[in-house]
């Protein structure tokens, strides 16, 4: 039945890059491979994205529960229409952020309750879980730097999002819940030194999901 592969971080942690650079080995490899983003990844996730992103500057109000509830709107949306029907398929799904974005940031950074958001994630999931989840760790001070110099090299004027505007100590919680999360699903999580240069932590991944797929028996 597939495999689903997670990508997670704080702000600007490379997490994107590897993704990508794991879809592009796993293509070489001749697997079938399905890449999506949350928030997004449908039709209805994307314009939801596009309100949660900018709702500061289009000077919308929005509680912290209502922002629980869009983000799993567009994971309930994603889980339907995407990623079940594609491991259904047998196909590997790449994931960049997923439930345990929730966790942590509207959890451990915001404060809302985790016991809410892990009956939310369950309805909305399906009881769809990662097989296999990386946190690509690095200090919310170097992720940080590197978001805010991605967004000034964009051409087209991106502005930075409301997250990338919180103060460093939600971003110090944001790390802090990610390496909690890491603890109590070691099996799950491989926590990845973001801090190294970047064809190393590709190589890491690749070794850790080609172990995985040697276990699950099939190599494409
Ligand atoms: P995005 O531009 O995709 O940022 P990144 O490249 O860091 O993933 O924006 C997604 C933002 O939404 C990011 O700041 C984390 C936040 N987020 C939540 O707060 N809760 C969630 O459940 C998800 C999926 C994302």
Redesign the pocket.
């Known amino acids: 039945m597939g495999l689903f592969i997670s990508f997670e971080g704080v ?1 600007g942690c490379g ?2 890059t590897q993704l990508e650079m794991l879809r592009e080995h796993l293509e070489w490899k001749g697997c079938q491979v399905v890449a999506v ?3 997004g990844g449908t039709e209805l996730g994307e314009k939801i994205r596009g309100i ?2 900018n709702i500061d500057t289009e000077g919308l109000a929005i509680t912290p529960w209502s922002e629980l509830f869009l ?1 799993a709107v567009c994971r309930a949306q994603l889980v339907c229409e995407v990623i079940k029907p594609a491991l259904g398929e047998n196909k590997i799904v790449l994931c ?3 439930a345990d ?2 966790v942590v ?2 959890g451990y950074a915001r404060g809302l309750s985790l016991q809410a958001i892990a009956d939310i994630n369950k309805w909305v999931t399906e009881g769809i879980a990662p097989d296999i989840t990386f946190i690509m760790d690095c200090p919310p001070e170097v992720g940080l730097k590197r ?1 805010m110099a991605r967004i000034n090299n964009i051409a087209e004027g991106k502005k930075e ?1 409301r ?2 505007r919180e103060n460093i100590d939600f971003h110090k919680k944001v790390r802090d819940g990610y390496l909690r999360l890491a603890k109590e699903a070691s099996t799950r999580i491989k926590v990845i030194d973001g801090g190294r240069g970047i064809p190393v932590i590709h190589k890491e991944i690749c070794d850790i999901i080609e172990k995985k797929l040697e276990a699950m028996g099939k190599r494409k």
């Open positions: 702000e997490k994107t983003r949350e928030p949660l992103l983000y960049d952020r997923f974005s929730t940031y509207q978001a999002d997250f990338e």
